[in-house]
């Protein structure tokens, strides 16, 4: 399960770095949206990878976190989301502006020299 | 009576601390959700309850900051006011800190937003919607994230603040504003990921998010978890660059800050403030005692200096001066935070305050000085084409430009009160930027090298950082002096500038602010050294936090039925 998790991260960050590096916008919200995802099962890894377990204290079952999950990355990840939605949110308005504005959807509002793009 | 006064002052402050601490958060929060009822056509009531609120927020921040400082409140000069939100003991609960740090910190955005809510009445409010709602987000998020004491929480502060940043910084749309703004999105919501990431991963080694918290138990840590805790803090460390506009995460913050509307740029002065702050109150907590790090906030300091000194000389436009102006002090401070010395540390505090208000100041200045030379377009046509400002592509004066070509006589005519106002207001605030004699930039960089030469060993990054900030200081009077004769000793072209007693008052008060820490320098530097201690032994502020107890305390609280 440790390796599917690291792996599955490590795939979301190198595509979301990649696309967060292009030069059109929708790539950049796409490559934004992926590294929050890998963010978000990061920060869920590091309340440790259990199954079968709930974040709630039963009576007479001693809390530790040998037999229940920490609630705590639950939570951080729950905010992140929200915020993380909310701003991505705000970035696709930002983008759809620009769009707009500049008639054209490269990060700079204006493409390369004689139209020249590294669009392939 | 004074005395009496006093002492009836520190009767009240005693009687509403700790709630005092989120007063400075709550204020801004309760007048943001005021206004948003409002409708547009209330415009007037918003620009009053503005003001008002940021008043109130200036005199609650002062108010801290006697506080902390005063010998008859909390536990004498240097007390920590510790501020349970939820009523949970720390670490359990998010707590609220104002140290003497914070409430320095607090003071300071009192004073710019004061400022600036003043100076945008005067039009930049009309410039779009929610002006002053956003304004007074913008200041709980940057209240919210100099007091708490919580890693979480302040990733929650840096987003009200960075959510509010993004709509200040698109008031008044167009396509520099949009395109500015789209970077700026795009690069903070990836250090954000980055800050989530090391706050993760902190919490995953430490099983705590509290500061004061995380400060003891990365002590206890055994040298197999030491990694990744320096990990984690570098990954932080990346994203507070960021923030704090660090080479080489800095292209996007001059393109930005001068594509704002004027008393935004002067309020987003304190968003670099916050990313230096950050470093400074977590590597001071984390990392200081085995001095990791180091090198590396001196080594980015100091690149960020040089480069933001061939930015400075390099540009004419007055909005990018501001803007290269906040990065040099922005690079100032990251080198003499890595240095490590309490005296440079003490230096650097107060010279943080002078270049802040100075760098506010110069922001509400360009909008003036702008509408005046360009006939009340706030973008001249020179700036788009990227000239020169009065000049030919030749650098030959365009014709009309030589005062003497009348023959006139130059003596016995009057200035006129605007130009002499414009002008005065210009030098003073250049001096100060550059840190000249005798105003409070000089004794916060004189402050920083004495500092570094009384140390027994002065090592070559000393050296370094002395020269670059000659050579910085240098480089600013060099391009402030260019930008003032282009500006003040050229034939105007819209006669005499219209200056409104809404937009002089705030630049006054900025400059004002300035002059009291020239001459109050020694109580100033006083607190900073005591603030500089602090932080280099944070025995006080962990004992404070983990000791703050409930109220009412336990064995009187009301007994829950279930």
Same mark, same amino acid.
């Given at each position: 399960m440790q390796a599917v998790l690291a792996i599955a991260i490590g795939v979301l960050t190198a595509s979301g770095v990649y696309l967060l590096l292009r030069p059109r916008t929708f790539q950049v919200i796409i490559g934004l949206t992926l590294l929050s995802y890998a963010v978000n099962m990061f920060i869920f890894s590091m309340g440790r990878l259990k199954v079968d377990s709930e974040p709630v204290l039963i009576q007479g079952i001693n809390a530790t976190l040998a037999n229940t999950a920490d $609630?705590? $990355?639950?939570?951080?990840?729950?905010?992140?989301? =929200?915020? +993380?939605?909310?701003?991505?949110?705000?970035?696709? =308005?930002?983008?759809?502006?620009?769009?707009?504005?500049?008639?054209?959807?490269?990060?700079?509002?204006?493409? +390369? $020299?004689?139209?020249?793009?590294?669009?392939? | 009576?004074? /005395?009496?006064?006093?002492?009836?002052?520190?009767?009240?402050?005693?009687?509403?601390?700790?709630?005092?601490? /989120?007063?400075?958060?709550?204020?801004?929060?309760?007048?943001?959700?005021?206004?948003?009822?409002?409708?547009?056509?209330?415009?007037?009531?918003?620009?009053?309850?503005?003001?008002?609120?940021?008043?109130?927020?200036?005199?609650?921040?002062?108010?801290?900051?006697?506080w902390v400082n005063a010998p008859a409140t909390g536990t004498g000069p240097g007390s920590v006011g510790v501020y349970l939100p939820g009523n949970w003991p720390a670490p359990f609960g998010i707590v609220l800190v104002a140290d003497r740090l914070s409430s320095m910190m607090v003071a300071l955005t009192g004073v710019v937003a004061f400022a600036a809510s003043i100076y945008s009445t005067s039009r930049w409010d009309r410039a779009g919607v929610h002006f002053h709602p956003l304004l007074q987000l913008q200041l709980m998020g940057l209240n919210g994230a100099f007091l708490t004491g919580d890693l979480f929480n302040l990733f929650v502060f840096f987003e009200v603040m960075l959510a509010a940043s993004y709509g200040?910084?698109?008031?008044?749309?167009?396509?520099?504003?949009?395109?500015?703004?789209?970077?700026?999105?795009?690069?903070?919501?990836?250090?954000?990921?980055?800050?989530?990431?090391?706050? /993760?991963?902190?919490?995953?080694?430490?099983?705590?998010?509290?500061?004061?918290?995380l400060s003891t138990r990365i002590a206890e840590l055994g040298p197999g978890d030491r990694g990744l805790v320096r990990a984690a803090g570098a990954i932080l460390g990346v994203a507070f660059f960021a923030k704090a506009g660090a080479w080489p995460l800095n292209f996007w913050l001059v393109p930005a800050y001068s594509a704002a509307v004027s008393p935004v740029g002067a309020v987003f002065t304190l968003l670099t403030k916050l990313g230096i702050y950050t470093v400074l109150r977590l590597w001071s907590l984390f990392f200081a005692p085995d001095g990791f790090g180091e090198y590396v906030l001196t080594a980015f300091g100091l690149a960020t200096l040089f480069t933001a000194a061939l930015g400075l000389i390099g540009t004419q436009r007055l909005s990018h001066l501001a803007g290269f102006s906040v990065l040099i002090s922005a690079g100032t401070l990251l080198a003499a935070i890595?240095?490590?010395?309490?005296?440079?540390?003490?230096? /650097?505090?107060?010279?943080?305050?002078?270049?802040?208000?100075?760098?506010?100041?110069?922001?509400?200045?360009?909008?003036?000085?702008?509408?005046?030379?360009?006939?009340?377009?706030?973008?001249?046509?020179?700036?788009?084409?990227?000239?020169?400002?009065f000049l030919a592509e030749d650098l030959r004066p365009m014709d009309d430009v030589n005062l003497d070509d009348d023959e006139q006589a130059l003596y016995g005519r009057a200035i006129p009160a605007g130009v002499a106002f414009l002008g005065l207001a210009f030098l003073t605030s250049a001096v100060l930027l550059a840190g000249l004699p005798p105003l409070s930039g000089f004794i916060g960089k004189f402050a920083m090298l004495s500092a570094l030469l009384a140390a027994p060993a002065v090592y070559p990054s000393g050296w370094i950082f002395l020269a670059l900030m000659l050579v910085a200081g240098f480089f600013m009077l060099v391009a402030f002096s260019r930008a003032g004769i282009r500006h003040f000793w050229t034939a105007p072209d819209g006669g005499k500038p219209a200056l409104r007693a809404v937009e002089v008052f705030p630049v006054l008060m900025l400059l004002g602010a300035s002059l009291a820490l020239t001459i109050g320098a020694g109580q100033a530097m006083s607190h900073a050294g005591a603030t500089a201690k602090d932080l280099r032994n944070p025995f006080a502020y962990r004992e404070a936090v983990m000791n703050a107890r409930q109220r009412p305390a336990l064995d009187s609280a009301i007994e829950v039925k279930p």
């Open positions: $609630p705590m $990355p639950q939570a951080l990840v729950l905010t992140a989301i =929200v915020i +993380g939605f909310a701003m991505t949110a705000l970035f696709l =308005v930002i983008m759809l502006a620009s769009r707009g504005l500049h008639g054209t959807d490269h990060v700079d509002g204006e493409d +390369g $020299p004689d139209g020249e793009d590294d669009e392939r | 009576m004074i /005395a009496q006064l006093s002492a009836l002052l520190d009767r009240l402050l005693e009687a509403t601390m700790p709630h005092l601490i /989120a007063a400075p958060i709550l204020l801004p929060l309760l007048t943001a959700a005021l206004m948003l009822m409002l409708e547009e056509r209330h415009r007037r009531l918003k620009s009053v309850l503005s003001v008002v609120s940021g008043l109130a927020g200036l005199l609650v921040a002062l108010a801290l900051l006697r200040l910084l698109l008031h008044g749309s167009g396509k520099h504003r949009v395109r500015a703004g789209l970077h700026y999105v795009a690069i903070n919501l990836a250090a954000s990921a980055l800050f989530l990431v090391g706050a /993760a991963l902190m919490y995953g080694v430490t099983g705590t998010l509290n500061m004061a918290d890595g240095l490590g010395q309490p005296g440079i540390w003490a230096g /650097a505090l107060y010279y943080m305050l002078s270049s802040t208000l100075a760098a506010a100041a110069f922001f509400l200045l360009i909008d003036m000085l702008e509408r005046w030379r360009n006939a009340g377009a706030s973008i001249a046509a020179y700036e788009s084409a990227d000239a020169a400002p």
